[in-house]
């Protein structure tokens, strides 16, 4: 079962195969970030796409992520309606920060993801 309009009830699980345009979203933002430097990616991303709001200090260290996070060229409108979704469902919510980062953080090991050459540069 899939799901394209999101009702996040307790006690439910977040499961990455009952979301696939979620998923897809994130592997075209860990796709996006692979080649711009920076920390805090995951945190950013998810203080912004879930509360729209990015930690100062994050905004010092890792300008050029902050700049992609607020631009709006990246679909994010599945990730933004998950977590307005799952607010109240902590486990969940905390299944999906947990998976978020985890995708996240495949770009960072010093493989491309699938499809991502390695020599390609994001402005």
């Known amino acids: 079962m899939t799901y394209s309009s999101y009702n996040v009830t307790d006690p439910q699980h977040f499961k990455v195969a009952e979301y ?12 996006a970030l692979f080649n711009i430097p920076g920390a805090h ?7 912004f796409l879930k509360d729209h709001y990015i930690n ?7 300008p050029s992520i902050v700049k992609l996070a607020l ?6 409108s ?3 309606r998950l977590f307005t979704s799952c607010r109240q469902n902590t486990g969940f919510l905390q299944e999906f920060e947990d998976y978020f980062k985890d995708m996240l953080s495949e770009n960072n090991n010093g493989s491309a993801p699938d499809g991502i ?3 390609i540069t994001v402005l």
Do not use: N
């Open 117 to 119: 050459a390695s020599e």
């Open 41 to 47: 990616k995951a945190d950013i991303f998810i203080s």
């Open 78 to 80: 599945h990730i933004e």
């Open 56 to 62: 100062a200090a994050w905004v010092a260290d890792s």
């Open 20 to 31: 696939p345009l979620v998923s897809g979203e994130l592997k075209l933002l860990s796709q």
């Open 71 to 76: 631009s709006g060229v990246l679909s994010t």
